[in-house]
């Protein structure tokens, strides 16, 4: 397996917190953890404003170093395989709904290379192109206690949202104390993702087997650095 990336330089609180995991997913699903980090937003402005100029950069030089040969083979690599099987594992078809890297794979290839989408969206792409984890960002003030995975109930809603969708029994979901945040690699529920006045985050990243944890805690530092820089 490759080296992890170069690693930045670390606050001095910068150990990642571990997730708690509900006693049957942790029984079929030994290896599953959840990292996260709290992050707060450095620079005026909206998250979703366009990047700063060392971003944009990053993201060029990034479409330049992966081009279709990447995009083809990345599947193959062990991060990515890893979450792969982790997929079929919970019923997910790999070849319907990719995996993160996969899907950001595909979309240098359509559009030509990693296209800004704000200050956000783009530093979360660029951890998840040198690591192959994916992060997930929400409100930091959405989130009701300690966050973690479990398996959905019959009907609740994902989020606390009105009109919030209904979730089938068994789904496994990220959650808090009070309800279902994201669908386990979906995007966070309405209103509890960050949004253009977030200051304050919460970073989550997905431990599967076959997945080093540096490699996710090094996901999470990314991102988080990246955030907090004026």
């Not at 997913?25 to 909206?46: K, M």
């Not at 192109?129 to 009907?155: F, H, M, N, Y």
Request: contains cysteine.
């Amino acid at each position: 397996m490759a080296d992890p990336p170069p690693a930045p330089e670390r606050p001095e609180d910068s150990e990642p917190a571990l997730g708690w995991c509900a006693r049957e997913v942790e029984q079929e699903f030994p290896e599953l953890r959840l990292l996260l980090v709290q992050a707060r937003v450095g620079r005026p402005g909206s998250l979703t404003d366009g990047s700063t100029p060392a971003v944009e950069d990053r993201l060029r030089e990034l479409s330049n170093r992966f081009r279709g040969a990447w995009a083809v083979g990345v599947r193959r690599e062990p991060v990515p395989a890893a979450y792969r099987v982790f997929f079929r594992q919970i019923g997910l078809d790999p070849e319907v709904l990719r995996t993160p890297i996969e899907a950001a794979a595909l979309e240098r290839m359509l559009r030509g290379g990693f296209i800004s989408a704000g200050l956000l969206e783009d530093v979360l792409l660029i951890s998840l192109v040198d690591t192959s984890v994916p992060v997930w960002a929400l409100d930091a003030e959405c989130v009701d206690g300690p966050l973690g995975i479990r398996q959905s109930k019959e009907g609740e809603p994902l989020g606390r949202s009105a009109g919030a969708p209904s979730l089938p029994a068994g789904r496994l979901v990220i959650a808090d104390a009070s309800a279902a945040l994201a669908v386990l690699f979906g995007e966070p529920a309405p209103g509890h993702g960050a949004g253009a006045g977030t200051r304050r985050l919460t970073l989550f990243a997905v431990v599967v087997a076959g997945v080093p944890a540096l490699y996710v805690e090094e996901a999470l530092w990314t991102c988080r650095m990246a955030l907090e820089q004026q």
